[in-house]
């Protein structure tokens, strides 16, 4: 018994001992390229193209935090997690940033020791039927067979909003999205749960997605965002900041396509100026050059921009701003000030 | 004139312990003893290090805190409030429920068609062939995923049951309903049942809280009573045999005995059976046995099966041909030589080797993850590790469990080694 107890420390020291470096920048400099936790294939937000280049809003946060310190938005190695997998990676420093639909909660910021850098899509859980069940509230689904994620905070509030409305529930779980997908298209669940915006990407992807309704209840609050390991305060600072300053560039009008012009030479904008880095030392302050956000922003286009091409109405998966329009337009988007 | 001499005596050089094979062997083991300290202090202090650098402690606090997650198939009772120590005891129990129903079937399996690949007939002995080395050379994890594949897409979803011309109907008389989501049988119920008993521990185990059906203790105690009955009717069969050549028959006598006694009690206690019904999105009633647990039963069997059918195979085979021919001059039919002759000898061969079967088919039950049964990987070391971040621990008892688990079906295994095996006198 002492040697597997001790075989299985060693395999966590082993993995803890990788982690325990500290200076996740200069790794990453020295890598040459970003170790990017993903999600294993949520239309919209993390997929590979036809071409196996990865795509998506998730996805693109981690091109621009490539961009911003090494200069290159390619220079990514991308990997896909399942949500039991995915905390265990980023703590064992397998990746350098979990960009992978997370939900922010008291207990993942502090037990789990993640640092979660912001907020980058304001979701809540919710519920898709097919419409041949005829269900239209969330209260009618009592006795339903439910496929469900697990290891998600979409997992216990499942079991809250069942028993707060003291109806019962059999949950069947899975471990991928895409998993998910099969089983409740062979009807083997009645019901998927997840976060609304992965329920719409899934929708999108199906054969004939208005065959499906999702239901009008959203039963909480899910903001996803990307996180880093606890303790490195400094590459918690640049990540934050990557996603700040693709927020800030939509609110300031800063695009992909004027963002060399604005950057070329100081403007009458002192903030605009600021971020591109035409006028103070931003950029020293985190350790990186003067025009480490005009790159990050080059990449694939200011916050505005990465939702309407990955997400927004004119896409398959076709989600309204909602909560996730900027601040300026009645939505939680909001990047503190460049100074 | 003689000169004696002493040999030479020399008090202990320090070379001695390199070159004299008296201590050389001594040194060997306080050296390697060192070396084992010293890596597994190194690997602690490691462990312990880096935990720290983490921010983490080790504690197996988390085992009494709220759990707040579901699990579909429990054995005993549980919800959301429970604890997550109950979830870990929740996915123990299912991984002993698969555990021992596999190692069951995959005997069966294994000696049916160990027999029948020794068969004359060469159809019945190729297909046992085909079985073998179709399910021993493709991993297990694929056929679990493909059969519970075929499970989920080839049978039909609960609403296709419903209206007025089902595109599907529940089988053997509206009693057993087979959908993509499990199959649901009736189950057994009792108008005038006695109730449960609630056993509470103490202390620290207040967590192993479990009830007790009495009905089935009921049951269970007047079988008992009845097979001891039954040993002696034929004890006394055996006498009366000994005595004067004569056996009485005794198979209606004992038939009586066990059937009449149970009989009575479940008339007494008003048998019945519950039958599944469609209410709802699902079948209620009746007992509910998830393709999950079906799927990975079956796969778990019929692999393991293979095995177990070569290793049956061989230990007929390693029994002297010379034992069937004198069987067959005595008179005994095929089948009779077979499990009066052949088998108890071919055990003594076959049982060790049959212990690590168990053991895998044990094992490999954590492949469970991939279909989604809630064995004990997947709730103590799955949902509980990842909702409370205590990898270490976590995993660890996980490993502890199945090493437990291995222990016990070894020792239990050896013993019935022991009582089988040929005794020499």
New interface residues.
Partial sequence: MKKSVFLGALTVAGLAAAGASAATLDDVKARGSLNCGVSSGLTGFSQPDANGVWQGFDVAVCRALAAAVLGDPTAVEFVPLTTQVRFTALASGEIDILARNTTWTFSRDTDLKLDFIGVNYYDGQGFMVPKELGVTSAKDLDGATVCIQTGTTTELNLADFFRTNNISYEPIPIETNAEAQQQYLAGACDVFTTDASGLASTRASFENPSDHVILPEIISKEPLGPAVRHGDNDWADIARWTLNALIAAEELGVTSANVAELGAAPTSNPEVNRLLGTEGELGAMIGLDADWAARAIAAGGNYGELFEKNIGVNTPIGLARGLNAQWTEGGLIYAPPFR | MTISTDPPTQGFRLSQLIYDTRYRSYTIQVIAAILIVLG?SW??S??VE??T????SFSLDFLGKRS?????QRLIEY???STHGRAALVGILNTLLVAVLGCVTALILGVFFGVLRLSNNWIVSRLASVYVEGFRNVPLLLWIIAIFAVM??ATP?P?DFRGDDPAASMLLGDTVAVT??GTYVPEPLFANGLGDVAVNPPGVFSDLYFEISLDLVVIVLTLIASFLVVKLVNGRAARIQNATGDRPNTFWTNLAIIVVPTGLLLWVLGFYLGYPEL????F?GGTHIR?SLLALWLSLSLYTGAFIAEIVRGGIQSVSKGQSEAAFALGLRANRTMSLIILPQAMRVIIPPLISQFLNLAKNSSLA??I?Y?DVR?TLG??T?????R??EG??LV??FY?LLSLIISTGMNWFNNRVKLKER
């Fill in positions: 597994l690997l602690a490691n462990t880096n935990l650098a983490l921010g983490k707040g997650y579901d699990i579909n919800d959301s409030n989920t897409e979803s609403r993509n989501r209410k709802g999105f699902n209620q393709n993850i991939a989604g809630m997947s799955g949902i590790v990842n909702q409370t971040g990898e270490l995993i660890l490993g502890i090493l």
